[in-house]
């Protein structure tokens, strides 16, 4: 049942930090109760196979698609722990969402020091060429719908709040062209995959919302390398308010919009069923992505922000989702 937490590189992988029991009361069929509402899937990742299994429909690595796992030497990919989870994907009948392969964090610092622009974006491309190109005869084949059915996050987290655009390395030295590279590299590594770009406090139709818009809509004028916006949706109590008017708003880029990193702290039923209330009546949003499944294993484990509570039990959010989707 546990095999996934058997393996040695899982801890990498889906990020668990403690064995993971199999749930005793029923499970409802999360992604499938969404997915018969027309959207795409219902994503997350876990160490408990049995869960992901039978509520997820697509699986995304927590850490182990990032810069410092797959390049933290120059020229040195390591795919161990990405192999492991698009394997399992795989096998399992999953869609992969890719997570993320520009990031100013957990960026190692041999890229961080680069500061001519030339050898900057030579960097990016090699960088996605191989994570990109690792995958991407795999990607597309892994599940057999019309729609392109992987996805990549091509970049976290490019905008300040107030819209400007955040300082990094990349853009110290390449200004707003960083964007372009990347998303360029990424759809010559893989021209099926759907490219993403994906941001926080992203909450609410607010400044940051209006300049993401602004920004896709530069990238995207004279061929579109954005396929959709990311909002990550890392909410407060009672900060499900705003996620239909931010939807809305995100969807006026004309590509698809994704609830990508979902968590809420305290996890109120109403806040759950007011998200996923706003992806429903949201003809762009395709998809949502639970950061993960168990509070047990959340980076924000003390907010008890998930779906599921730290002993693999669904919480009183979950009855109230499945509900709302039956
Ligand atoms: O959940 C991730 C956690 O395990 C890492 O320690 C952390 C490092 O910054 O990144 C977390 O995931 C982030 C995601 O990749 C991008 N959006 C913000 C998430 C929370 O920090």
């Given at each position: 049942?546990l095999k996934l937490f058997s393996i040695v590189s899982l801890a990498a992988i889906f990020q668990c930090a403690s064995a993971a029991a199999t749930s005793s009361t029923a499970l409802s069929g999360?992604?499938?109760?969404?997915?018969?509402?027309?959207?795409?899937?219902?994503?997350?990742?876990?160490?408990?196979?049995?869960?992901?299994?039978?509520?997820?429909?697509?699986?995304?690595?927590?850490?182990?698609?990032?810069?410092?796992?797959?390049?933290?030497?120059?020229?040195?990919?390591?795919?161990?722990?990405?192999?492991?989870?698009?394997?399992?994907?795989?096998?399992?009948?999953?869609?992969?969402?890719?997570?993320?392969?520009?990031?100013?964090?957990?960026?190692?610092?041999?890229?961080?020091?680069?500061?001519?622009?030339?050898?900057?974006?030579?960097?990016?491309?090699?960088?996605?060429?191989n994570v990109a190109g690792q995958y991407s005869g795999k990607l597309y084949v892994c599940r057999p719908l019309p729609l392109r059915p992987c996805i990549l996050t091509i970049y976290s987290e490019?905008?300040?709040?107030?819209?400007?655009?955040?300082?990094?390395?990349?853009?110290?030295?390449?200004?707003?062209?960083?964007?372009?590279?990347?998303?360029?590299?990424?759809?010559?590594?893989?021209?099926?995959?759907?490219?993403?770009?994906?941001?926080?406090?992203?909450?609410?139709?607010?400044?940051?919302?209006?300049?993401?818009?602004?920004?896709?809509?530069?990238?995207?004028?004279?061929?579109?390398?954005?396929?959709?916006?990311?909002?990550?949706?890392?909410?407060?109590?009672?900060?499900?308010?705003?996620?239909?008017?931010?939807?809305?708003?995100?969807?006026?880029?004309?590509?698809?919009?994704?609830?990508?990193?979902?968590?809420?702290?305290?996890?109120?039923?109403?806040?759950?069923?007011?998200?996923?209330?706003?992806?429903?009546?949201?003809?762009?949003?395709?998809?949502?992505?639970?950061?993960?499944?168990?509070?047990?294993?959340?980076?924000?484990?003390?907010?008890?922000?998930?779906?599921?509570?730290?002993?693999?039990?669904?919480?009183?959010?979950?009855?109230?989702?499945?509900?709302?989707?039956?």
């Amino acid at each position: 049942m546990l095999k996934l937490f058997s393996i040695v590189s899982l801890a990498a992988i889906f990020q668990c930090a403690s064995a993971a029991a199999t749930s005793s009361t029923a499970l409802s069929g999360l992604n499938t109760k969404f997915t018969a509402k027309g959207k795409l899937f219902w994503a997350s990742f876990s160490a408990n196979e049995a869960i992901l299994e039978s509520e997820f429909g697509a699986v995304t690595p927590e850490n182990s698609m990032k810069w410092d796992a797959t390049e933290s030497t120059q020229g040195t990919f390591t795919f161990s722990g990405s192999d492991y989870l698009v394997d399992w994907a795989i096998s399992n009948s999953k869609i992969i969402r890719g997570h993320t392969l520009v990031w100013h964090s957990q960026l190692p610092s041999w890229v961080s020091a680069i500061t001519d622009a030339a050898t900057l974006t030579s960097v990016i491309q090699t960088h996605i060429a191989n994570v990109a190109g690792q995958y991407s005869g795999k990607l597309y084949v892994c599940r057999p719908l019309p729609l392109r059915p992987c996805i990549l996050t091509i970049y976290s987290e490019v905008l300040n709040d107030n819209g400007t655009l955040r300082s990094s390395v990349f853009y110290d030295v390449l200004g707003e062209s960083f964007i372009t590279i990347a998303f360029k590299a990424a759809r010559a590594a893989d021209s099926t995959a759907k490219l993403y770009i994906n941001d926080y406090n992203l909450d609410s139709n607010n400044t940051k919302v209006q300049a993401m818009v602004a920004l896709v809509k530069r990238i995207n004028a004279d061929e579109q390398l954005i396929d959709g916006i990311g909002t990550q949706m890392h909410l407060s109590a009672g900060g499900s308010s705003g996620a239909a008017a931010a939807l809305a708003a995100l969807a006026e880029a004309g590509i698809d919009v994704a609830i990508t990193e979902l968590d809420i702290a305290g996890a109120s039923a109403s806040d759950y069923t007011t998200v996923v209330d706003a992806c429903l009546s949201t003809s762009a949003c395709v998809s949502i992505t639970s950061w993960g499944v168990s509070d047990a294993n959340s980076w924000r484990a003390s907010s008890t922000p998930l779906l599921f509570d730290s002993d693999y039990e669904p919480k009183a959010a979950y009855t109230a989702v499945i509900s709302d989707l039956s």
